[in-house]
């Protein structure tokens, strides 16, 4: 079982990690739309509503890498201080009530969102050289497909932690930097670190008193 969540988290953090891609794509459309607006003198009517069409997919599809990474925001005011079982509990219970039914209706009412925009060709009416806006619209049910497997794989994860009294592990990604395990690395100790501000401290006071 841990396997099969771990693949799920991999497929999640695989498809994130692949439209993550679009942040250099839309900073470097940006880049150009204002060169070529106020350098050049030649703006793009299409510019901005590819721009948010871009954002859009971006924010959509890394919901579910998000979820695998328990990366969205929560009240951590009082749920950190409660134990894994009374977590994986009220997880379970938000879960059931309103993640499942939110997100299947996203993706069941984006397919058809999208399946009518794909059978008239829609564009754009913003301008009369509008991009298509299909695709886009394809990433509603996509992205609610995931998001609804990911979300059943932190269902499972809150029964397991309910049984087991812990929560089980999650696929590594990048994450902040751990001081600690720094200081490990390089071999280097607190009171090393006190004792190179005091010399600093020191330099810094005979600097001082001699100009």
């Known amino acids: 079982m841990q396997k099969l969540l771990l693949t ?53 599809m890394a919901g579910a890498y998000t979820l695998a990474k328990a990366g969205h925001v929560r009240g951590d005011v009082l749920y950190g201080f409660f134990e894994p079982r009374t977590q994986a509990t009220i997880d379970l219970i938000l879960f059931i009530l309103f ?39 394809t990433m509603l ?17 809150c029964a397991i932690c309910i049984h087991q009294g812990e929560w089980p592990s999650r696929e590594h990604d990048v994450e902040e930097v751990d001081v600690d395990k720094l200081k490990e690395m390089v071999h280097v100790k607190d009171e090393d670190i006190a004792s190179l501000d005091q010399v600093v401290v020191a330099q810094n006071s005979a600097t001082g008193s001699t100009t």
Not at 12 to 30: C, D, E, K, R, Y
């Open 8 to 60: 799920i988290d991999k497929i999640s953090t695989f498809v994130g990690h692949t439209f993550s891609w679009l942040i250099v794509a839309l900073t470097l459309l940006i880049t150009w739309e204002v060169f070529s607006r106020y350098a050049l003198g030649a703006p793009h009517a299409w510019a901005f509503d590819v721009m948010i069409m871009m954002y859009g997919t971006l924010f959509m």
């Open 99 to 137: 993640f499942i039914p939110g997100v299947f209706a996203l993706t069941y009412a984006g397919y058809f969102y999208a399946a009518e925009s794909w059978a008239v060709n829609e564009h754009s009416n913003v301008t009369a050289e509008g991009p298509p806006i299909y695709p886009f619209k």
């Open 141 to 157: 049910p996509l992205a609610g497909a995931f998001l609804l497997l990911q979300g059943v794989v932190e269902i499972v994860r």
